[in-house]
């Protein structure tokens, strides 16, 4: 009986591979006959249709490529390659993430308008490492809507008129009044970067220019800048180290101001205060101290340097276009003339208003220079445009610059032209973004400009002391400081010069 048991195990384990064999036939075919009915399938997964592009070198994809330096007035070789290449929108490898790229107005213009919804902000971790967790930069949802609308409480349209306007019109004669009179040599950008600086330290925290807090505040945030836009590599010696140790001295100055500020409150149990962003801050909101920290660096970053690189480039493109200074300080003179038949020693919210060919130049050095190359922003649903696929978990960068200086949209993008401003600005003109991320400093900085250039135009001629241009490092900078030399024309056509007068 066992052998006969034997046997048949034996017989059995012979004919098992086989069984198996039938077995899987037998279940293939009868799968192949349920997808015929439609029965037991198993939908497959679409593959996505994204964008055309390449995805470059492990880790690093194409980021080294993409951040190459190049003319600011132009959008660089690697994006003329890829655009050419793949068309306005391409895919790519960029700082690490699967990206999308976009130089296209339509889908640039439906980002900015689905913040929130569909895209959201996502800047580097070393962005957020530097600028503060709490800085609007980073911040998105709630916490960012909270932190915007404290800004734009403080540079209201009542506030600009009221305070900024004879505070930015003070500080412009501050910076003027220590130029030469004559053959004078020195660097534009570099005073456009002092004029903002100590414009900004004065209404964040009533630091008062030229005193020694400030000059050291200003020498630390010279060290924190580079870093900001520096590799994030943080060992000692790196810009990025010396840069989270600029931003800790940074941070102490502005601590120590709070504490003062509370003290001070506390002790004259009086609502008056000085009239400026922290005492604004301590008053109508409810942050913490560290959210006040943050809020504050972020908005000395914001407010410093995109408006001093802006006024550094309007002064680059007007002295090679004798033809919009001319007709600049045709309209200024106009406004200093009708300031005096009215008696008046400042300038006026609606001498402001009458600056409409100075609103052309602003646009067209917005457009022409574009301090704010790109953004960085996530996709956080899926999204189809233009019969492309995007993943949610992708990062996408709408390319401002690639946008402004389009052929298909400007006629010769590449020339400086204040005239193409004088009908209205196309929707695909964002210098400061757009959305529900707008820049909320917007109309400060072209307040800025507009004055600067104002009491520029009236007082002086300029020429450059030698060849510079502007380049885009990501960041955009001129590399020698746009040196200048400049020559005094008070009294011109019966204008009387208010750099001769005290300081207001």
């Known amino acids: 009986m066992s052998a006969m048991m034997a046997s048949i195990t034996s017989e059995l384990l012979f004919f098992l591979p086989f069984i198996l064999l039938a077995l899987l036939a037998l279940y293939t075919t009868t799968v192949a006959k349920c997808d015929g009915t439609h029965q037991w399938r198993r939908p497959k997964k679409k593959r996505p249709n994204l964008p055309p592009g390449a995805l470059g070198w492990p880790f690093f994809g194409e980021t080294f490529g993409y951040l190459r330096a190049h003319p600011a007035t132009s959008v660089g070789r690697f994006m003329e390659q ?36 569909l895209f959201e902000c996502s800047y580097p971790r070393s962005i957020g490492g530097i600028l503060g967790k709490w800085s609007m930069l980073v911040l998105v949802g709630d916490a960012h809507r909270e932190m915007r609308a404290i800004s734009l409480n403080f540079l209201s349209s009542v506030r600009l008129r009221a305070v900024l306007l004879p505070e930015v019109e003070r500080h412009t004669l501050l910076v003027l009044r220590s130029w030469p009179p004559s053959d004078g040599t020195f660097s534009a950008q570099h005073q456009a970067k002092k004029f903002t600086f100590n414009l900004m330290a004065k209404n964040i925290m009533s630091m008062d ?18 870093g900001v836009v520096s590799a994030p590599l943080n060992f000692p010696g790196t810009a990025y180290w010396k840069a989270l140790k600029s931003r800790a001295s940074i941070l102490g100055v502005i601590e120590r101001k709070m504490e003062d500020r509370l003290e001070k409150m506390s002790k004259e149990k009086s609502s008056v205060e000085e009239d400026d962003l922290l005492g604004w801050a301590l008053k109508q909101s409810n942050l913490s101290k560290e959210q006040i920290l943050d809020l504050l660096l972020s908005l000395l970053f914001a407010g410093h340097e995109t408006s001093s690189m802006a006024l550094a480039l309007a002064i680059f493109f007007l002295e090679g276009c004798p033809k919009a200074v001319q007709e600049l300080r045709e309209e200024h003179l106009e406004i200093a003339r009708r300031q005096r038949l009215r008696g008046a020693s400042k300038l006026s919210w609606e001498d402001y208003k009458e600056m409409v060919f100075t609103q052309c130049v602003i646009n067209e050095t917005l457009r022409l220079g574009n301090v704010v190359r790109f953004l960085h922003r996530k996709v956080i649903r899926d999204v189809h ?15 401002l610059a690639a946008v402004h200086l389009d052929s298909s949209l400007y006629e010769d993008p590449n020339r400086f032209n204040p005239w193409r ?30 004055i600067f250039l104002h009491h520029l135009v009236l007082n002086f001629r300029w020429e450059l002391a030698e060849p510079d241009q502007a380049f885009v490092y990501p ?28 300081t207001m």
């Not at 220019?209 to 580079?226: D, H, Q």
């Not at 995007?390 to 996408?396: F, L, Q, S």
Request: proline fraction near 6%; glycine fraction near 12%; charged fraction near 25%.
């Open 82 to 117: 890829h655009v050419a290449r793949y068309g306005k929108i391409y895919r790519s490898s960029l700082f690490g993430e699967r990206t999308v790229v976009s130089a296209d107005a339509g889908l640039n213009r439906y980002i900015l308008q689905n913040e929130g919804r």
């Open 209 to 226: 220019p030229g005193e020694e807090e400030t000059e050291r505040l200003r020498l630390e945030y010279i060290t924190f800048m580079k």
């Open 385 to 399: 445009y233009n019969g492309y696929d995007i993943p949610r978990g992708w990062k996408i960068l709408p390319v």
């Open 421 to 450: 401003w004088k009908s209205n600005a196309p929707s695909s003109f964002m210098p400061y973004g757009g959305g529900p991320r707008l820049c909320a400093g917007s109309e400060l900085a072209k307040l800025e400009i507009a």
């Open 475 to 502: 960041f955009v900078d001129f590399p020698r400081g746009l040196p200048i030399r400049v020559q005094r024309i008070a009294g011109e056509q019966g204008h009387r010069s208010v750099l001769m007068e005290s």
